[in-house]
């Protein structure tokens, strides 16, 4: 009984990499749940467009396709068009998609390890929050509650990211983010710099240090957000390819699920369950 409540905790862990949320959507379709102070609810939703878009600001949380919160789904990109080398590294890598968490080799479904950048944005579809300060704009990730900076001063992307100089900045799980704004409403950001040892999607795609990701936020109006997702990384991929577009929401009382993945209680739930069972794709 004492490792009951490890158990059900990591397998909360493992359950936020399946491609659908079945209580949420039950929990959204009764429509029984009361609105708490304390506790998303996607059934208390943003109703019509809200008015315009405010000038330049992304700030407040959101709520995605898989949140409960009836937003649209997602649209589908283009399949990654990988080089040799790239179809390489994508072929060892045995994604919760495909494997049970005994069989798979997922860093973040074994170990914890943070989800990284852009894998980040297409797994927080279900939310995300937005931050702003003076001179950049701080992106929150319920999952793990992580977070990255993304800089709004002018200044430009490392370029000798990983180098050996001693100025050369190290890669990161999250990279190194510049953005502007395009017209009243959309923030283009890019980033590069990402640590290799990060997946870009769930399926297990590689990229390397240089790979330039550009997301694109559009503000349609006060209640309406999109993000269209693009990779360019000659490595591992023989042309630039889409990641796709994600919808989201603006949350009325601006409360966002806490989803953690805890080592310990993941470490208990693989020993006593999910090794056990065998390694089966």
Same mark, same amino acid.
């Given at each position: ?48 467009? !809200? ?32 080089? =040799? ?43 995300? =929050? ?34 050996? !100089? ?12 510049? !953005? ?97 069972? !065998?390694?089966?794709?």
């Amino acid at each position: 009984m004492k490792m009951r409540k490890p158990l059900t905790r990591a397998l909360a862990g493992l359950a936020a990499f399946l491609i659908f949320s079945s209580i949420a959507v039950a929990q959204n379709q009764q429509g029984t749940h009361k609105a708490s102070v304390w506790k998303y609810d996607g059934g208390n939703r943003s109703v019509g467009s !809200g008015g315009p878009s405010p000038l330049h600001d992304l700030s407040g949380s959101w709520a995605g396709p898989r949140s409960g919160a009836g937003v649209q789904d997602s649209k589908p990109g283009d399949v990654p068009p990988l080089t =040799a080398l790239g179809q390489q590294l994508f072929g060892g890598r045995k994604s919760l998609q495909k494997y049970d968490p005994a069989g798979t080799n997922d860093p973040v479904v074994r170990t914890c390890d943070p989800l990284g950048f852009p894998r980040a944005d297409r797994y927080s579809i279900m939310a995300m =929050a937005f931050a702003t300060m003076s001179d950049r704009i701080v992106v929150l990730y319920p999952f793990q509650q992580q977070w990255r900076e993304i800089w709004m001063d002018g200044r430009p992307l490392p370029k000798n990211v990983g180098a050996s !100089g001693k100025d050369a900045p190290d890669p990161r799980y999250y990279g190194y983010s510049v !953005g502007h704004w395009e017209g009243d409403n959309t923030l283009v950001v890019d980033t590069t710099g990402l640590d290799e040892n990060t997946w870009i999607t769930d399926a297990g795609y590689p990229h390397s240090i240089d790979a330039h990701v550009q997301e694109r936020f559009t503000r349609r109006d006060h209640n309406d957000l999109e993000l269209t997702l693009t990779v360019d990384d000659p490595k591992f991929y023989t042309k630039p390819f889409s990641l796709g577009t994600e919808y989201f929401r603006w949350v009325p009382d601006q409360l966002l699920d806490e989803r953690l993945c805890i080592p310990s209680n993941v470490i208990e739930y693989l020993k006593a369950v999910g090794d056990p069972a !065998g390694k089966q794709p």
